[in-house]
C-alpha cells in the first residue's frame, strides 16, 4: 500500500496553517482564501465526471487517450487544471468490475466526483472492500456474475481514480449529453454500473 495517504486531522492542520500564512504575509485575506475555496466546490460535481464518461463512449479516440493518460485527457475537457494529482481510468468490460476506496482516509478526485458520499469515508468500506468486494457490492444493490473478476483500486493522495463503466446497451442514438445524465457518481466508484 501507498505510504502516501493522510488523515484528516493532518490535513486540516496543515490546511489552516497555510491560510495563516497566507493571512499574515499578507497575500491573502482570509475571505479571500474562503471564495477561493466555495469557488472550487462550486466546480466540483458527480456531472464533470458523468460528461468525460458520455465523451469517452461518443469519442474513441477521446476514450483511448482517457485510459493511457486520465490526467491530460480530463484536462483537455478542463476538470484537471491547477491539480497536482494524478488521475488513472480504468475501465468496466463484461470480464472486469473495477471499485474504488482510499483505504487510509478518503482520497478522491473531488472536481470530478463532487464531495466524496459519506460512506466512501467510513472505515467499514474502506477496510471491507478490499478483503470482500462481491459482498460490499451486494450491499449496493449491484450483483456481478461470478465469472466477473472484481478489481480494487486503492487511492492516494498523489493518484485519484475514476471508473469508466460500460455503456449500455440500446443507447446508440443518445447524444453525448443524454448519455452524460444516466451516469450516477456510483458508477464513477464503482459501486454500481449504468
Not at 9 to 16: K, L
Not at 71 to 97: D, F, I, P, W
Not at 109 to 130: D, N, Q
Request: aromatic share 6%; net charge negative; proline share 5%.
Amino acid at each position: 500500500m501507498s505510504g502516501d495517504h493522510h488523515d484528516d486531522a493532518a490535513i486540516a492542520r496543515r490546511v489552516r496553517r497555510l491560510e495563516t500564512l497566507l493571512e499574515d504575509k499578507g497575500l491573502l485575506p482570509g475571505e479571500r482564501v474562503d471564495e477561493a475555496i466555495d469557488a472550487f466546490l462550486a466546480e466540483s460535481s458527480p456531472a464533470n465526471g458523468a460528461r468525460v464518461v458520455a465523451r469517452a463512449w461518443t469519442d474513441e479516440a477521446f476514450k483511448e487517450r482517457l485510459l493511457r493518460d486520465g490526467t491530460a485527457a480530463v484536462r483537455e475537457l478542463g476538470y484537471m487544471e491547477g491539480s497536482y494529482q494524478r488521475l488513472r481510468v480504468v475501465e468496466n468490460t463484461a470480464t472486469t468490475h473495477n471499485v474504488v476506496v482510499c483505504t487510509l482516509c478518503s482520497c478522491y478526485p473531488l472536481r470530478l466526483l463532487g464531495p466524496s458520499p459519506s460512506w466512501y469515508k467510513s472505515e467499514a468500506y474502506r477496510s471491507r472492500v478490499v478483503r470482500e468486494p462481491r459482498a460490499v457490492l451486494g450491499e449496493f444493490g449491484l450483483e456481478l456474475p461470478a465469472d466477473v473478476r472484481i478489481t480494487v483500486w486503492d487511492s492516494s493522495a498523489e493518484t485519484r481514480y475514476l471508473v469508466l463503466p460500460r455503456r449500455p446497451a440500446g443507447t446508440e442514438d443518445m447524444s453525448e449529453e443524454e448519455l452524460a445524465g444516466l451516469v450516477p457518481r456510483n458508477a464513477l466508484i464503482g459501486t454500481a454500473v449504468v
